[in-house]
Structure formats: C-alpha cells, structure tokens
C-alpha cells in the first residue's frame, strides 16, 4: 500500500509570509503527528492529531497551527515565517494513538525562509 | 523539559558490531523507540522497547534498563547500507515524542 504521501517536498519562502504543507497518511490510518527537524535542533514534536482533533501540541509559537480533515489528510500551516523555521517537516502517521502503534513518516518538506 | 543523550558520531567496519547507547531523563516513561534515518530520507522504525530487556529482529537488537534510563542498540554484522543517522526517542507522560540528536554511523570496507 503506498505509504505517507507530503506535498510539497520543497518550497521557498521569504520572511513574513505564511506557509501550508500538506500530509496524506497511510489508508486507514487516524493518528497523524508533525515534526520540525533541524540541524541545531534535531527532531522536534510539533502536533497530534486524531479524528481531527488535536491530541496534543509541542512547544512551538502560536504561528504554527494544523488540522485534520475527515479522511484523515492533516496540513499544517507557518504564518509570518521567520528564517529559523527553515527545517525538514515531517509528518507521520499511525494507524492509532498510543505507544506502541508504530508511527511511519512521509519524506518531508523541506522548507527554505529567505 | 526531557534530557536524551547519545554519542554523536560512530565509525565501524563492514562485519563488525557497533553498540548505540542512549540515556535519557524524562518526565515518566511509555516507552523507547529507534528509528534508523538515512541522509536525505524520512526516518523508519526500528524497534520499540517497553519494558527491561532485550529485544531482538534479525541484525538489530535494542536493550532497555528503565531504572538506569539507559538503552541501546546493538547491530551487528555491519553492512555499508547501515551508514546512517540512529536516533533514540522516548515517549514520556505527555505523550509527546521527544528524540536525541541522532548518531550517525559510518560504516567502512
């Protein structure tokens, strides 16, 4: 079955602007969860989501928010982007929440603020 | 916040076994996973340890001691396709999963 599906892999964005990527998950698949990684910073937990409900949010400024919809594809959204949210997202997706549904991630985006 | 340690870098050659240690210092424990990332490409799963002991698929093997906070990874008859960046993670009571920096693995002929 094909696997966690990101769109775009790449984009270019100056400082201010707003950002939306996007996350299809594995078919049947309900839990999907975000990551910023960078290279200072390594990988780090932005959100949860689950039956389009946020479960659960890391430390990151309000500029980052999300959603779910109802087949379970998630976007997540950067407005006035700053040069640090230059990173790889990842998005992954379990097909339930808990600790022991192995999570599989998507390739990223890869996203560069000028 | 969580405190997740591990060496950042590691050098072995092909047929030869490397051990990756991870501690950790979390605030409550549901359990450690490795996830195996290679330059360039998403990370991908390859363990998940929960209780004390040692687990073991194929090459691979991960050992937990909760009350140490201490695991590791263990892979052995290395291979140059294992060159790639490790990464421990711990679930704690927030339930939001938090990684170390990453290892990476260099493996030489």
């Known amino acids: 079955k094909a696997g966690v599906t990101q769109t775009p892999r790449y984009l270019i964005k100056t400082r201010g602007q707003q950002v939306t990527l996007s996350c299809s998950p594995i078919?049947?698949?309900?839990?999907v969860s975000w990551y910023q990684q960078t290279p200072g910073q390594g990988l780090q937990f932005l959100f949860e989501?689950?039956?389009?409900?946020?479960?659960n949010k890391g430390n990151f400024p309000g500029r980052f928010s999300g959603r779910q919809f109802s087949n379970s594809r998630s976007e997540m959204n950067v407005s006035t982007l700053e040069l640090g949210d230059s990173a790889l997202y990842l998005c992954?997706?379990?097909?339930?929440?808990?600790?022991?549904?192995?999570?599989?991630f998507g390739p990223g985006t890869r996203l560069t603020v000028l | 916040g969580q405190n997740i340690d591990q060496p950042t870098e590691m050098t072995a050659t092909e047929g030869a076994i490397v051990q990756i240690n991870c501690t950790y210092q979390?605030?409550?424990?549901?359990?450690l996973f490795w996830y195996q990332q290679h330059a360039g490409e998403a990370p991908t799963f390859l363990s998940y340890?929960?209780?004390?002991g040692l687990e073991e698929k194929g090459r691979f093997s991960s050992f937990l001691s909760r009350s140490k906070g201490y695991s590791y990874l263990l892979l052995k008859e290395l291979q140059m396709k294992d060159s790639a960046s490790y990464l421990c993670?711990?679930?704690?009571?927030?339930?939001?999963?938090?990684f170390g920096a990453g290892t990476t693995v260099t493996v030489r002929a």
């Open positions: 340890n929960v209780l004390d």
């Open positions: 078919s049947g698949h309900r839990s």
């Open positions: 993670a711990v679930l704690p009571n927030d339930y939001k999963l938090s």
């Open positions: 992954a997706s379990s097909l339930q929440r808990g600790p022991n549904n192995e999570q599989f």
């Open positions: 989501y689950f039956s389009e409900t946020q479960r």
């Open positions: 979390t605030s409550g424990f549901n359990g």
